[in-house]
């Protein structure tokens, strides 16, 4: 796990949010993660996306989350989180919109403060249904972490989605698609280092990779109060064959009251082929409370 992720961990009640904006109708980054929410340090990869229920309900959703810690004293510690999404269908269109940024710094006594976590991700995206049960989409996400050692990194994914079970209270559904991916890396993700330390080859500064991508996602409410969600994501690079990710988001929502709800969740992404001395798994545990606002008519 990345320093940052350990950091974070610790504080993971009070600190983490995650940008799944959880309705009986809808999932939107995340994504990665995003998706594309939940994402300390290590970033979301892949927020949920837009999910049509039965009966192809109209209106739109929306949630927002902020939150923050401070501690001074023997333990040092600074850190803000947010995310904020939206999602949409009227008709055969879908819309989607989704925010998270964190940032957290540390020290421990007698030593300077330092930078533990800082990535910002955001997504769009628009799907155009064919059929009650099925859609294309183009989804847009870009990203910045630093501690993975991207300055920059935009997807553009194209695909289909169908929803092999529709009802409103539970829905299993599949995307699948091709992924275009071009990173820019930062000054100190480019550098290759030798056990000691010393810097022995410098990467390119850019990186475009071409890949297929799939995703499988289940939402269940088990009754108007408590929803459940997870999502697997799986990216395969079609120049290199090691070269592979794997996002996972699983989140348990209960409503509060009015428009407040809780979540707790549980994030985990891997990378086969992470840049040089990175860890090749993130992952995060994460509770939040957020308020949402709908027009979507529920039962």
């Known amino acids: 796990m990345s320093f940052a992720s350990k950091n974070l961990a610790r504080v993971g009640v009070a600190l983490a949010v995650t940008s799944l904006a959880t309705e009986a109708r809808a999932q939107d980054t995340l994504g990665t993660p995003p998706p594309d929410s939940a ?16 009966g192809a309900p109209e209106g739109l959703t929306a949630s927002v989350s902020a939150g923050g ?5 023997n333990s040092r510690m600074l850190g803000f989180t947010g995310s904020g999404a939206f999602d949409a269908r009227y008709d ?40 009650d049960d099925a859609s294309v989409f183009l989804l847009v996400t870009g990203r910045h972490d630093r501690f993975q050692g991207l300055a920059f990194r935009l997807n553009l994914d194209p695909g289909f989605k169908y929803l092999f079970v529709n009802r409103r209270r539970t829905a299993l559904w599949a995307e699948l698609g091709y992924d275009f991916q071009y990173d820019i890396r930062t000054e100190d993700g480019r550098q290759v280092r030798d056990a000691s330390g010393v ?4 990467l390119d500064k850019t990186l475009t990779d071409h890949s297929v991508r799939s995703f499988l996602g289940l939402r269940h409410a088990f009754n108007k109060e408590v929803t459940f969600s997870n999502g697997l994501e799986y990216l395969q690079s079609f120049i290199d064959s090691k070269r592979y990710r794997f996002n996972y988001d699983v989140l348990l929502a209960a409503n509060v009251w009015g428009g407040l709800a809780f979540g707790a969740g549980f994030t985990a992404r891997f990378d086969n082929q992470p840049l040089p001395g990175k860890e090749k798994l993130d992952t995060a545990t994460t509770a939040n409370l957020l308020y949402s606002y709908t027009t979507v008519v529920k039962d």
Request: hydrophobic share 35%; proline share 6%.
């Open 39 to 54: 994402k300390l340090a290590s970033g979301p990869a892949a927020p949920r996306e837009a999910l049509k229920v039965d």
């Open 69 to 73: 810690l401070g501690t001074t004293g």
């Open 92 to 131: 055969a269109n879908g819309y989607g919109a989704s925010f998270i940024g964190n940032y957290g710094r540390s020290a421990v006594p007698g030593a300077p403060m330092q930078t533990t976590a800082e990535n910002l991700q955001a997504r769009l995206r628009y799907d155009r249904y064919l059929l």
């Open 199 to 202: 810097v022995i080859d410098t």
